[in-house]
């Protein structure tokens, strides 16, 4: 299970990107919170996943990507042969290269708007989403560069499974006579499942997941 977007928040923090509450000469006190929402996703030809946040400042964003395929062991000859050959994967003992033939799916969401119920029994997210769909087929030297666009809408419930965990954390960084900061930090987590719709490409179930909620404070002087 993926940890929560406790770090990446942190660091964005030490760097004081986020809109000030209330400032003076030299001095800032920021506050913002931060929700999540991820999944992953495997079926016997490939596998997926999505992860998405919002952000006070930020607004929501997230990332998707699916792959649907299989590893071929290549005919002799058809890998390795020079500059722009595949890149294969060694999958088995033996002599045998192997490239990977089918197609991925990557893309972004935007405009995202997640929400939870009070205790994390459930969430839900909804967006906006660019898709492109690549064929590939490694074996005879086809990375992709044939995207398909699909554009449309997200859509993504979890429910949560498991305990609801709380943490909080507090960090400074502090540069003598030049830059003194503190931070504070808390909130909560629960493994989740759920399911995601994406435009008119994605539509499927996941059983490993999460949700989470970060509200954080922080006094920089300088």
């Not at 087929?137 to 666009?149: L, R, T």
């Not at 979890?158 to 540069?175: D, N, Q």
Request: charged letters at 15%; glycine letters at 18%; a negative charge.
């Amino acid at each position: 299970m993926r940890k929560s977007m406790v770090l990446p928040m942190v660091g964005l923090l030490a760097l004081g990107v986020v809109g000030p509450v209330a400032a003076a000469p030299n001095t800032s006190n920021t506050s913002g919170t931060g929700e999540t929402i991820a999944g992953d996703w495997s079926t016997p030809n490939g596998y997926g996943y999505v992860f998405l946040g919002e952000e006070t400042g930020y607004g929501g964003f997230g990332d998707v990507y699916q792959e649907s395929g299989e590893w071929v062991e290549c005919p002799p000859g058809s890998v390795g042969g020079g500059k722009g050959g595949a890149v294969a994967e060694d999958t088995t003992p033996g002599d045998g290269t192997y490239g990977f033939v089918g197609t991925r799916t990557w893309g972004y969401a935007y405009d995202v708007r997640i929400d939870f119920s009070k205790k994390f029994e459930t969430g839900h997210a909804t967006g906006s989403v660019e898709l492109f769909t690549e064929t590939v087929d490694e074996c005879n030297g086809i990375y992709g560069g044939d995207s398909i666009p699909d554009s449309g809408t997200l859509d993504v419930t979890v429910t949560g499974v498991g305990p609801l965990a709380t943490f909080r954390g507090s960090g400074s960084y502090k540069i003598p006579s030049e830059f003194n900061g503190h931070q504070n930090y808390r909130g909560k987590e629960r493994a989740a499942t759920g399911s995601i719709v994406a435009a008119g490409t994605i539509d499927t179930t996941f059983g490993s997941g999460y949700m989470s909620q970060v509200t954080w404070t922080e006094h920089t002087n300088s």
